[in-house]
């Protein structure tokens, strides 16, 4: 059947999921990584509490309540990356540095400054869930 001139095609949109990282009164978004190891993180977010330990070097560190798939890589960290050291294993970034790890969460371009600034100084709870938008 012919459409009518008249009558607008429909837009459909589909949401998309932003990970957003919430401390006691800030929160930081990320990008999801396409990837298995974010796949799976995605599906702990729901939210997940987790203590953030900071290394005094270059991000934030917590203990995940269970394994997720890990295939390791040589990256570049950015303040605002959110990645796993390991399997169960995840951090919140506010340096660079170049590790073996998997990013689960893409830089957010803020500086090392405003990273400390959302998350405080030493450790911190987070929560860690997701956003969704069109």
């Known amino acids: 059947m012919p ?3 008249d009558i607008p095609e429909i837009e459909c949109h589909r949401p998309t999921a932003v990970l957003a990282v919430e401390a006691p009164e800030r929160k930081l978004y990320a990008s999801i990584a396409k990837n298995d ?3 799976a993180f995605e599906k702990l977010c729901a939210p997940l509490a987790v203590e953030l330990k900071d290394d005094g070097c270059f991000s934030k560190k917590g203990t995940l309540p269970k394994s997720i798939p890990f295939t390791a890589n040589d990256i570049e960290t950015e303040p ?3 990645i796993l050291t390991d399997e ?6 506010y340096g660079k540095k170049a590790v073996k790890a998997v990013r689960i969460g893409e ?3 803020k500086s090392k400054k405003q990273i400390l600034e959302i998350f405080g ?3 911190v709870n987070v929560r860690f869930y997701l956003e969704w938008s069109e």
């Open 3 to 5: 459409r009518k001139k």
């Open 37 to 39: 190891a974010a796949e």
């Open 121 to 123: 100084e030493g450790d």
């Open 80 to 82: 605002g990356d959110v």
């Open 88 to 93: 169960n294993t995840v951090a919140v970034c």
């Open 107 to 109: 830089k957010t371009y």
